[in-house]
């Protein structure tokens, strides 16, 4: 099975701040690759998908980047909003796994 | 505005089958623009997709979980559901149901989730 791995698994940072979150596949996935944003005690939301196709809705300081195994989510100016947890997922092929998360603060 | 519901028991003892519906409203289940999956999370930990399927019947399911799920949906209802058999204490999570769109596991309307607990 190919895995999803994400670094770091936590950060923190300050308003304003340019905050990039990485996820590795073990094997290339071409551009299958999702970002979730999971705030605390609530629902998964869908950011990115295509691995760089903002989802309707979403904010643009939201970016994603990569190709293959390697992929970037960026989030241009960091709002205190933004606290939460990111879950990158590959849905390519069975199984639809995803990342351990990246738990994000502010500083 | 679609919405999703999961139902069923908050607690399943061990050894015993997990069952959960989850009941869409605002869009018809029938789409054949749209798969349903299911995902879990256990308290603290992250995300776990355990199946999806489409309007047809049509399943897909996580090979570490396949031996124990079922997945099948009532086109009449508006519903789809869930079924763990053999459960354990790992099994205790959130369970989301949620609409996957281009494909099978793409997933972008979620229900609110419910927390079952495997404890005898």
């Known amino acids: 099975d190919i895995q999803m791995t994400q670094s770091p698994s936590s950060l923190s940072a300050s308003v304003g701040d340019r905050v990039t979150i990485t996820c590795r596949a073990s094997?290339?996935?071409?551009?299958?690759l999702a970002w979730y944003q999971q705030k605390p005690g609530k629902v998964p939301k869908l950011l990115i998908y295509a691995a760089s196709t903002l989802q309707s809705g979403v904010p643009s300081r939201f970016s994603g980047s990569g190709s293959g195994t390697d992929f970037t989510l960026t989030i241009s100016s960091l709002q205190p909003e933004d606290v939460a947890t990111y879950y990158c997922q590959k849905y390519n092929s069975a199984p639809h796994t995803f990342g351990q998360g990246t738990k994000l603060e502010i500083k | 505005q679609l919405q999703l519901q999961e139902s069923g028991p908050g607690l399943v003892k061990p050894s015993e089958t997990l069952s959960l519906t989850c009941t869409v409203s605002?869009?018809?289940?029938?789409?054949?623009?749209?798969?349903w999956g299911w995902i879990r999370q256990p308290p603290g930990k992250g995300l776990e997709w355990i199946g999806s399927?489409?309007?047809?019947?049509?399943?897909y399911y996580n090979p570490s979980l396949k031996s124990r799920v079922t997945i099948s949906v009532d086109t009449s209802k508006n519903q789809f559901s869930l079924k763990l058999s053999s459960v354990t204490a790992a099994d205790t999570a959130v369970y989301y149901c949620a609409r996957a769109v281009r494909g099978v596991a793409l997933f972008d309307y979620w229900g609110q989730g419910t927390l079952v607990t495997v404890s005898s």
């Open positions: 094997q290339g996935i071409s551009n299958y």
């Open positions: 605002g869009g018809s289940i029938s789409s054949s623009s749209y798969y």
């Open positions: 399927i489409y309007y047809s019947g049509s399943t």
